[in-house]
C-alpha cells in the first residue's frame, strides 16, 4: 500500500523511489502527492482533506445565530429596517400599539447585545418606539423582572455601542415606568459606576443618571 508522509513516499514491495528533489518538484504542480499505483480502494482525492480548510477562504466562520438573530431570520420580529436617503427607518407590519409586549420587548432588549446591521439598528429603534405606544406603561411594568437582567447585560458589555444602547434604553424604560424602575436600579448602578471612570462616557451616565432621578429612581 502507499504511506503518504510529510515528505517521503514509501511502497510496500521495497521499490526504491526517486531522489527527494523529485518528490519536491511533483509537489510543486500538485496539492498533494499522486500515485501512478492503481489501489484497490478509491483514492481520496486532494481536494477531501482540503475541502474542510478551504472550501471558502473569503466566507464568515459558522457559528450558532444569536437569539434575537434567529427569531429576526424567521419573521419573529414584526418590523424591518427601511434605508432612507437620509437615515433609516422602521416599518410595522402591523400597528405597535396592537403588538403583544411579551414576549416582544424583551426580545428587542436582548437584541441591544448584537454588533451586526440591521440587528443593532432594529432592537435599538423597535424597543424605543414600542415604549411610546399608548398603555406602555401598563404593559411594561410586569416585565421588569425579566427586562432588567437584559439590560444589565447590555450596560456590563465590552462593546461601546452596546453600552451605549443599553444606557438609552434604561432612560427610556425609566420615563416610562417610572417609579417602579426604584426597586431594580441596585442591580444597574454598579454597571454605570464601573463606565463612570471612562471620560468618554463621564457626561452621557451622569446626564442618565439625573434623568433616572427625575423620572423616579433612586440613584444614590
Given at each position: ?5 510529510s515528505n517521503v513516499l514509501r511502497m510496500s514491495s521495497g521499490v526504491q523511489i526517486k531522489p527527494k528533489t523529485a518528490i519536491q518538484k511533483s509537489k510543486a504542480s500538485s496539492p498533494l502527492p ?187
Open positions: 500500500f502507499l504511506v503518504i508522509g499522486c500515485s501512478p499505483e492503481p489501489a484497490t480502494k478509491p483514492q481520496p482525492k486532494p481536494s477531501d482533506k482540503l475541502n474542510p480548510k478551504t472550501i471558502d477562504p473569503f466566507g464568515t466562520p459558522s457559528r450558532t445565530p444569536s437569539a434575537f438573530a434567529a427569531i429576526y431570520a424567521k419573521g419573529g420580529i414584526p418590523c424591518r429596517l427601511v434605508h432612507g436617503s437620509v437615515k433609516h427607518r422602521l416599518k410595522w407590519e402591523c400597528l405597535p400599539e396592537t403588538v403583544p409586549f411579551d414576549p416582544l420587548l424583551v426580545t428587542l432588549a436582548e437584541g441591544l447585545r448584537e454588533t451586526k446591521h440591521p440587528y443593532t439598528f432594529v432592537s435599538k429603534e423597535g424597543f424605543k418606539e414600542l415604549l411610546m405606544v399608548e398603555g406602555a406603561t401598563e404593559k411594561t411594568i410586569p416585565l421588569l423582572p425579566r427586562l432588567v437582567p437584559v439590560l444589565k447585560a447590555a450596560l456590563a458589555h465590552s462593546d461601546d455601542e452596546v453600552f451605549e444602547r443599553g444606557l438609552d434604553a434604561l432612560v427610556q424604560l425609566s420615563a416610562v415606568v417610572g417609579p417602579s424602575l426604584n426597586d431594580h436600579l441596585k442591580h444597574l448602578l454598579t454597571n454605570l459606576s464601573r463606565r463612570l471612570m471612562d471620560k468618554k462616557f463621564k457626561e452621557k451616565i451622569t446626564v442618565a443618571l439625573q434623568k433616572l432621578e427625575q423620572y423616579g429612581g433612586k440613584v444614590s
